[in-house]
């Protein structure tokens, strides 16, 4: 099987046109040419996941995150992307990110999200595709609430505003770093913003609204079981695998 055909499933669900200017989603290392025996999906490309797609004989990564975001101009084997650059290379790996495009399609990284939060009605947030909004069947306290999102997000504690007091029923979120959308979503009537990486000074909000940090990895991991099950279903008896212990694969230690 051809990269391109894997490709096209993963653009056909989440276009490589709407990432953001920014972005590099799409072919990190390889061609579309690129003949492949086996797939490995994942969050980040590092070292350690192409020595395991190696050994579990795949020789194509798929990934939330790029591994380059810029152009480099010096493969150093010290540094984490000079090394994984170059076993890829080395391994015959083809490797293939699938970052703000998933970020801006309903079924990927925030509705992921909301659906695991058990939201209904859901929709994306902002006009661009960034984010979900929904609601819960049966409205939650704060306190419920921030149970509720230890539990779906696997946390022992979860950094929040001050909590709103009397009952929530529209929660609004974004995976990853989406400080930027806070406002969006309290202008469409959420009283709970879920995302993560928030600075010290948004936890300054007005009554009635709190927002919630659960982690950019947490935020976002849920996508590779989405991508998982896209390519399981379109290439049923092709090999696709995920990483091991992939939720053990945060680059942020809690102690």
């Not at 040419?33 to 020595?51: H, K, Q, R």
């Not at 909301?114 to 960034?130: S, V």
């Amino acid at each position: 099987m051809k990269a391109a055909e894997i490709i096209k499933v993963i653009e056909d669900f989440a276009p490589a046109s709407l990432q953001e200017s920014w972005d590099n989603t799409g072919l990190q290392i390889g061609s579309p040419e690129d003949e492949i025996s086996g797939v490995m999906v994942a969050f980040d490309c590092t070292p350690a996941l192409v020595d395991e797609a190696v050994a579990a004989g795949c020789n194509m990564i798929v990934t939330h995150h790029p591994l380059l975001y810029e152009g480099l101009r010096h493969i150093d084997p010290s540094d984490p992307v000079g090394q994984t650059v170059i076993r890829a290379v080395r391994a015959g790996v083809t490797v293939y990110a699938s970052h703000t495009s998933s970020d801006k399609v309903i079924e990927g990284v925030s509705g992921a999200m909301a659906r695991r939060l058990g939201l209904q009605g859901i929709e994306p947030l902002d006009e661009g595709g960034f984010g979900a909004i929904g609601k819960w069947p049966v409205p939650k306290t704060a306190s419920e609430a921030i149970e509720a999102l230890k539990q779906a997000f696997g946390l022992k504690v979860l950094r929040t505003s001050k909590p709103v007091e009397g009952l929530i029923d529209t929660v609004a979120m974004c995976g990853g770093s989406g400080s930027s959308l806070i406002e969006t979503a309290r202008s469409r009537g959420a009283q709970l913003y879920i995302c993560g990486d928030i600075t010290y000074h948004h936890f300054f909000l007005p009554e009635g609204f709190m927002v919630a940090d659960v982690g950019h990895f947490e935020s976002e991991v849920e996508i590779v079981d989405v991508l998982y099950s896209l390519l399981r279903k379109n290439f049923p008896t092709f090999a696709v695998r995920t990483c091991e212990n992939i939720r053990n694969n945060n680059p942020v230690f809690y102690n």
